[in-house]
């Protein structure tokens, strides 16, 4: 059970590795400049091997939102209260600073969203786990026509809270200016969404 333990951990150390290596140089040159060759040359290992871990010369990149999708289905399973779980989850971010709030002025994070934002096959990849990502969350919601759309509200307004968040900071705004918009703006939203989905014709079976 313990080399299990050490296995994966090494494991997730690779990735991470690689994955902040080959950020590293994108953000130096550019996406499309550096070949995925160069990636693996630098972190050490063979391009196969790089290939294993990563499919795509997108997924160098990506692996840092990765993580994240799930999480969204993973708070909502057995909450009482699925909006309000993600609600509170949601300002925890901003209280933290999350990046993936895009409330965040590290200039690692906003070069990284530049890269992101600016490069249309991650654009593309992205929009796949996002895509993943409300599948799962509406799976967590009991499956259906109704968790469906339930989940496609949701990721929608978790996405545009944080775009907005980001546009503002990469915009020069201060963090701490933006901080207390972002809140209300995230209150708000989560209000309006419980309302929505509350409505009458909302069921929770299939």
Known sequence: MGEMGLRERKKRRMYQDVSDIAVRLFLERGFDAVSVAEVAAAAGISKP??????????????????????????????????????????LAGLERRDPVTGLNDHPEVLAFHTLLYGTPSLVARAYAHMERSEAALAEALGGGLDARLAAG????????LAQENWRRVAAGEPVEEVAPDAVRAAERAFRRLAGALAEPGSTDTD
């Not at 799930?70 to 949601?90: C, I, K």
């Not at 509200?153 to 545009?160: D, K, N, P």
């Open 49 to 90: 091997t790089l290939f294993r871990y990563f499919p795509a010369k997108e997924d160098l990149v990506l692996h840092r939102i990765a993580d994240h999708e799930t999480e969204a289905a993973r708070l909502v399973a057995g909450a009482a209260d699925p909006v309000d779980a993600l609600r509170r989850s949601f």
């Open 153 to 160: 509200q949701i990721t929608a307004v978790q996405r545009v």
